[in-house]
Structures are given as C-alpha cells and as structure tokens.
C-alpha cells in the first residue's frame, strides 16, 4: 500500500530536531523529538541553548531581575512563557540548534498592564512606532488575506475603524500598500 505524503504542515518538534515551545495548564512544555516535556523534564540541550539565549539577551534580563525573579527555574520559565510560549508553526530552537528571534506572544497582559511589556517579551515596534494589541489583531487579519468585510465582521469593528487602524499600520510600518502589511504580518509571525 502507498501512503500519499501531501506535504501536511506539522508542528515542530514533531517529526524532527527542533523545539516548539507552548503553554498549557499553566505550564511551560516543549515539544522535541517527537515528544512532549514539561519544564521539569526539558532535556539538558534545550536548557543549554536557552542558558545561552538569556545570556545574550541582557535587556531581558534585566527586566526579569527588575521583577524580582531571581530562583533560576523561575527565571527561565518566565523568559520562555514571554518570548516563546505562543504555539505556531515557527519552531522556536530549529533543527541545527539556533534559538530562533523572540515571537510576538499575546499573553493577555498588553497594553500597559505588565511593566515589563516590551522589555521581556517581543513587541512589535516599527520604524515609526508600537503597534497597539487591536492593531496586531488587524495586521492578523490583513495577513490571512481577508476582505476588509471580513476582517470588521470578525474583528466587530466598523470600516471606519478599519481605516483608522490600517491608516496607523501604514505610517508606523512606513509602508501604503496592503500588500506590505501581508508581508509585515508573515515577517512578525502573526499567521
């Protein structure tokens, strides 16, 4: 019997070398070698290259030293919940063993309410300013290739509103094309 391959998209981690980081249950995990560790159980060479991550990224920690994290565990499993702990189809650490840029994580928490925002976790910050969380969720949608109708009635804002936000994308990402704010939305790992 054959067996069609018809090219499906899986997660990373599962059918190779890389790492997917998530959360669930209020956990951090991985997903590697085709297997799923919690945090407690991460194999030795994730440790190793997110020792190595952290090290190389000293606003980071001193955002997680400014909040008082100081038992080691604890420290990294904030910096990977903040920088990494969105599943995607992006893997995190790829197959040669690179940490991979940090991804823009909607922890809930945006929008002035962590004072860590942008510090510890990855805002998106263009050439001519942040993008505001309903800002993200419009480029998100632009990204996925909706109409602007579907993107007000999945998003329930107006086509004013819409304009308004498409308008701020533009001048923050220097760019007056939608095109480029599709490119944006894959650049930034939003779809």
Excluded at 136 to 153: A, T, Y
Aim: with cysteine; hydrophobic share 35%; glycine share 6%.
């Amino acid at each position: 019997m054959n067996f069609v391959d018809r090219k499906q998209t899986l997660p990373p981690g599962l059918m190779d070398n890389s790492v997917e980081f998530f959360i669930y249950m209020h956990e951090i995990w991985c997903l590697y070698k085709g297997n799923k560790y919690p945090f407690k159980d991460f194999p030795s060479e994730i440790i190793d290259i997110v020792d190595a991550d952290m090290a190389a990224n000293p606003k980071a920690m001193k955002a997680l030293h400014d909040w008082d994290i100081t038992d080691p565990d604890e420290r990294m499993r904030q910096y990977i919940a903040c920088r990494f702990g969105g599943f995607d189809n992006t893997p995190d650490i790829c197959d040669t063993g690179i940490m991979q840029p940090a991804e823009y994580v909607d922890c809930g928490r945006r929008g002035g309410i962590c004072d860590y925002e942008g510090k510890l976790c990855s805002s998106i910050v263009l050439p001519n300013g942040t993008l505001t969380k309903k800002e993200i969720e419009v480029l998100r949608q632009i990204g996925l290739g909706l109409l602007d109708k579907e993107i007000c009635e999945v998003l329930k804002i107006s086509q004013d509103t819409l304009r308004n936000h498409k308008d701020n994308l533009c001048i923050k990402a220097e760019t007056q094309r939608k095109a480029g704010l599709s490119i944006l939305a894959y650049k930034y790992k939003l779809i």
